[in-house]
Every structure is written in structure tokens, then in C-alpha cells.
């Protein structure tokens, strides 16, 4: 799947992130220079400098041939442009818009080419619809054509892997570490690293279950 994010902040890297390990083409694009800058050599995507909000911009992001637009700048306005553009410019299948300001979500609808609104508390977007669970081990997004499942974990003072390296940590068979969320900013994962309390991880797997990720962790 080809999937273009505009806006690099928490969220937009977040998702670049988990689709880039479930082994998506992924294309990120930010106004801001020095944040692209800042994410070279650490996000495994291919970065894009400008504003999604012009059509010259999209088209050289490849909007053309994307499955998946995701609008998750800041600004609600500019998320109403983009998806406004990718779909009836550029008709891409699938447009996806973040709402910052609740106030605002009745616009985010079709009549602006969104299909999926979602609120900004929202931490992760799936591709169909906002994945929710009552436990801190949820599954996020499932990728049916991948056929892998991402999910999420938390490590707790209790949990056992706190203290522990990544490279001490035995996961079920065909399942790896996307990306470590701490103090909410994502770390790309090294075998060095050390879990602390706090850290939310983000975990793709083509066979185990939540309940097995869970275990490895806790």
C-alpha cells in the first residue's frame, strides 16, 4: 500500500512509523524544514519539504498513484484542504483527516473528501476505522492485505521488561518492535535501549495475538 501523511508532528510520525514496518511505501510531507531535517536518517519513509495545501506539492509527493492520504497537521483548515485536494484533485481511494478543535468536525465529512474523521485525542489512525480498547494492550491497525496486526503495549512499573534492553526481550516468532513511544516523541527501537515505565511500544506481528505481546512484556 501506498500511503502519503501530511504533517510530521507526534501523530503524523507515529503513523509513518507503524506503516512503514508493516512494509507500506510511505511519503511524508511538512512545511517546516527543520523538522524534516530532524527526522532524516531516523523516520524510514521518504520526506518531503513543503505545504500539502498546494496541488504542485501533492503531485510531487506522489498523490497520483497514493492508496491512502492521512491529513494530521495541526490545523484544521489545512487537513480540510488536503483532503479536499487528494480526493477530488487527485482521487485518491481513501482520505483520512485528524480534527483538532471538536468544534469543527461536522465539516470533516464528504462534501471535503473525508472519509474517516478523527479526533485528535486519538492516538493512532487506523486505515478503516478508530481502534479503542478498555486494556493497554490494543490492536490498532489491522493491515488485511499485509496480513499483519499492529499493537500497542504499555510498560508499567510492574511490568517485568521495565529495566530490561530490547535485545533481552524474547517475542513471539514473526512479530518486531516498530517503534518506542516515550515522553511522546518516537524513538526509533535499538537492541541498547532500555524500557521505562511510561514507554508505550508499538509492535507488528503476522501471527501472535495481543494477548501473547502483552505477555512478552509484562
Given at each position: 500500500?501506498?500511503?502519503?501523511?501530511?504533517?510530521?508532528?507526534?501523530?503524523?510520525?507515529?503513523?509513518?512509523?507503524?506503516?512503514?514496518?508493516?512494509?507500506?511505501?510511505?511519503?511524508?510531507?511538512?512545511?517546516?524544514?527543520?523538522?524534516?531535517?530532524?527526522?532524516?536518517g531516523h523516520l524510514p519513509v521518504r520526506l518531503v519539504e513543503g505545504d500539502a495545501c498546494e496541488p504542485a506539492i501533492l503531485e510531487h509527493a506522489g498523490a497520483h498513484t497514493t492508496d491512502l492520504v492521512i491529513a494530521a497537521t495541526g490545523n484544521d483548515e489545512d487537513n480540510l484542504v488536503i483532503s479536499l485536494l487528494t480526493k477530488r484533485q487527485f482521487?485518491?481511494?481513501?482520505?483520512?483527516?485528524?480534527?483538532?478543535?471538536?468544534?469543527?468536525?461536522?465539516?470533516?465529512?464528504?462534501?471535503?473528501?473525508?472519509?474517516?474523521?478523527?479526533?485528535?485525542?486519538?492516538?493512532?489512525?487506523?486505515?478503516?476505522?478508530?481502534?479503542?480498547?478498555?486494556?493497554?494492550?490494543?490492536?490498532?491497525?489491522?493491515?488485511?492485505?499485509?496480513?499483519?496486526?499492529?499493537?500497542?503495549?504499555?510498560?508499567?512499573?510492574?511490568?517485568?521488561?521495565?529495566?530490561?534492553?530490547?535485545?533481552?526481550?524474547?517475542?513471539?516468532?514473526?512479530?518486531?518492535?516498530?517503534?518506542?513511544?516515550?515522553?511522546?516523541?518516537?524513538?526509533?527501537?535499538?537492541?541498547?535501549?532500555?524500557?521505562?515505565?511510561?514507554?508505550?511500544?508499538?509492535?507488528?506481528?503476522?501471527?501472535?495475538?495481543?494477548?501473547?505481546?502483552?505477555?512478552?512484556?509484562?
Open positions: 500500500m501506498k500511503a502519503l501523511i501530511a504533517g510530521a508532528g507526534r501523530l503524523g510520525t507515529q503513523i509513518a512509523q507503524v506503516l512503514a514496518a508493516a512494509r507500506n511505501d510511505v511519503t511524508v510531507v511538512d512545511i517546516d524544514d527543520n523538522r524534516i531535517a530532524e527526522l532524516e482521487a485518491v481511494p481513501r482520505v483520512a483527516a485528524r480534527v483538532n478543535d471538536t468544534e469543527n468536525t461536522w465539516l470533516f465529512d464528504q462534501h471535503w473528501g473525508v472519509d474517516t474523521a478523527v479526533p485528535a485525542s486519538t492516538p493512532l489512525i487506523s486505515l478503516i476505522e478508530e481502534a479503542t480498547g478498555a486494556t493497554d494492550t490494543v490492536a490498532l491497525l489491522r493491515l488485511s492485505k499485509a496480513g499483519v496486526d499492529v499493537i500497542e503495549t504499555a510498560i508499567t512499573p510492574q511490568s517485568r521488561a521495565a529495566g530490561r534492553t530490547l535485545a533481552e526481550i524474547t517475542l513471539p516468532a514473526g512479530s518486531v518492535i516498530a517503534t518506542v513511544i516515550r515522553e511522546g516523541q518516537p524513538t526509533v527501537p535499538t537492541p541498547e535501549m532500555r524500557l521505562q515505565p511510561g514507554d508505550e511500544l508499538l509492535v507488528v506481528s503476522h501471527a501472535a495475538t495481543e494477548q501473547e505481546i502483552h505477555a512478552a512484556f509484562q
